[in-house]
């Protein structure tokens, strides 16, 4: 592999940054617009429709997101094996974009849930109204919640992708390798 990343480190970053950028403006923007919505049989049908036009952009930056992060993991694993600290932050990078999956997809079937209150009355797209089916209630109640679990999540996979940059640092890299002989030796 060549010793320069770019191509896969962009596909990992900017997978990662529409990711973040595309469910924080949602939780803020397109919610927050079809709360505004004066007929409020229209409001879920409007934060539908958004989401619905932003799923096929979110799965192409999630799975540019996943090759790029997988070509760099290959690319680096001599390093995430060996660098003391890379292969915590990898493990918890891992696991924590998999939360931000669950997360992805389980947001998805609640608005699936909510968009079928197309010409139902809601206060807006997570605010159920008193004459909110039962169903729909519910799916609204949790998506309060999941709503800023993924900019959270997502904001600390960007997080930790940047901690991965430094540890690209030469001083860095001597400093972790040490770090790791150390603790061989003393073994």
Do not use: C
Not at 97 to 122: F, M, P, Q, R, W
Request: charged residues 15%; positive net charge; proline residues 4%.
């Amino acid at each position: 592999m060549p010793s320069r990343n770019t191509v896969i480190r962009s596909l990992h970053d900017l997978g990662a940054a529409a990711w973040f950028g595309g469910s924080l403006m949602g939780a803020v923007g397109l919610n927050g617009a079809a709360d505004a919505v004066r007929d409020p049989q229209d409001r879920a049908r409007v934060a539908s429709l958004g989401w619905a036009k932003w799923a096929p952009v979110n799965a192409a930056a999630i799975g540019a997101h996943l090759v790029g992060g997988g070509a760099l993991l290959y690319a680096n694993r001599d390093r995430a094996q060996h660098q003391g600290g890379v292969k915590a932050n990898t493990i918890t990078k891992i696991v924590v974009t998999g939360a931000a999956l669950a997360a992805t997809a389980y947001s998805g079937v609640l608005g699936a849930k909510i968009a079928t209150a197309d010409g139902e009355y809601v206060e807006g797209a997570t605010e159920p109204a008193p004459s909110t089916p039962d169903e729909v209630t519910a799916a609204q109640r949790q998506l309060q919640y999941v709503q800023w679990a993924l900019p959270a999540l997502t904001g600390a996979i960007v997080v930790l992708g940047a901690q991965q940059g430094e540890q690209q640092r030469p001083a860095q890299i001597l400093t972790g390798l040490g770090s790791t002989l150390a603790r061989r030796v003393r073994k």
